[in-house]
């Protein structure tokens, strides 16, 4: 089944089963290896990337549902040469031990820090109707689909609180 995306910017038409999934068109049809495929479940987080913006485990999303639809994976946000700020402050506050989990974790606290821009409530907000403050407990929430096997998490948190504090 023919189906076009625009992966990083790049419009691509991919030929392929049906039942193929986001993640394994990505890796495998476009050769995009960035983005893991951890639990096959939507379970971790190793695969996350960002389809118009919104984070989501390409593991459980088919190819097929996204077309038309601007995929970003962690090859699109950035270059060596000028990191993405997210990037940048993994590598400041050492958020990560083997890297299995960093694409994910990168893409997940993109589209979280944009969530939390655009005001979206999460479980741990006590009024929903108040401004988000990305305090730890509020960046573990909406981080914690996300698993880090290493447990990097208190860096992966400072990472973001220096994102978030800047944006601020």
Known sequence: ??????????????????????????REHLGLIGSKKGCDHGQ??????????ARINSCLSLLVMHDGDQVTTIEGLG????LHPVQQAFLENDAFQCGYCTPGQICSAVGMLQEAADGWPSQVMEDVAALVDLTEAEIRERMSGNICRCSAYPQIVAAIRSVAGDAA
């Open 79 to 82: 270059t060596a040469e000028n």
């Open 1 to 26: 089944m023919k189906t076009t995306i625009t992966v990083n910017g790049q419009a691509r038409t991919l030929d392929v089963d049906s039942r193929t999934t986001l993640l394994d068109a990505l």
């Open 44 to 53: 971790c987080g190793a695969c996350t990337v960002l389809v118009n913006g």
